[in-house]
């Protein structure tokens, strides 16, 4: 990479790897924790009690909220051991600094996603009775929407920084573009697919056969969905999953049959 930068390229680089080492030590997980706790806010307080469909919101996001903000600790911790490296001219820290800045910027896009379904969406007017609208004090951006940003503006840095020409960095641009922005949008997808094996959860049971599936419907709940966020050990899955449309709609939460669900409602 030496000899395809500049001097004042590789020293840019080297300050930026410690600038977003630290910023996804100490700034990144904080706003992914105050996004979390203010949409598992909304959805137990706002959403839940009329539509227990948005139940499976509170330990997916739990999990790979948590998860995120591991991640970027760890990324950030090795940005700033690869800043000596990158300014030598090292190809491969180069890299690997773009590779680890991708992190908040995919993070930041999969974790603001979940923040307009569950915050600022409307769903007064839906075919469940009974939901507020959001406060009106919320805002439209949530505050891990500034790590998708900032995680971006590095990524560039480490992307652009050689003695290519203009039009050869445009050309770079677009495929680097969407290379995050496809892995964000599948891992959402991985987690809307989550969502329907957690609220099925009787097809997850094996019976006395060991198939799976065959266990009858009415034996106890799944206990291994708890959230330490809410402080919620347990719930009743079954129970939830069969709740029936028309009895949400009177206010009454009953066991009934058949599973209703309704894309309005889908986390």
């Known amino acids: ?18 600038v977003i080492g630290l910023c996804m030590i100490y700034v990144f997980p904080e706003q992914g924790m105050r996004t979390l706790k203010i949409a598992l806010e909304n959805v137990m307080e706002r959403l839940i ?9 509170v330990p997916i996001l739990g ?11 760890l990324c950030g911790a090795l940005a700033i051991c690869l800043a000596p ?29 979940p923040w307009m379904v569950l915050v600022v969406s409307d769903y007064s007017n839906g075919p469940v009775k009974g ?30 920084s050689d003695k290519a020409s203009i039009k050869e960095k445009f050309i770079r641009l677009i495929p680097y573009t969407f290379l995050g922005i496809v892995a964000g949008m599948v ?56 709740t029936s449309q028309a009895t949400i709609d009177a206010g009454n939460l009953a066991v009934t049959k058949e599973a209703v669900y309704d894309p309005n409602t889908l986390v």
């Open 131 to 160: 939901i507020l609208p959001p406060p009106e004090d919320t805002a439209l951006l949530p505050p891990v929407f500034f790590t998708m940003i900032i995680g971006l503006i590095f990524y560039y840095v480490f992307l652009f």
């Open 49 to 57: 009690p009329f539509d227990p469909d948005f139940y499976p919101a």
């Open 187 to 242: 891992f959402m997808n991985g987690q809307h697919g989550v969502r329907y094996f957690i609220f099925i959860p009787e097809l997850l049971r094996a019976g006395a056969d060991g198939i799976m599936g065959s266990a009858a419907p009415n034996m106890e709940s799944l206990n291994n969905l708890g959230n330490f966020f809410t402080n919620l050990d347990h719930y009743d899955a079954i129970g939830l999953v069969k």
């Open 85 to 113: 490296a990158v300014y030598k001219g090292q190809e491969w820290a180069r890299a690997t600094l773009m590779g680890l800045t991708a992190v908040p910027a995919v993070a930041g896009m999969t974790m603001l996603i």
């Open 1 to 18: 990479m030496q000899s395809n930068s500049s001097e004042l390229q590789r020293k840019i680089m080297a300050v930026a790897a410690v």
């Open 63 to 73: 999990a790979t909220y948590s998860a995120w903000m591991i991640i970027l600790y």
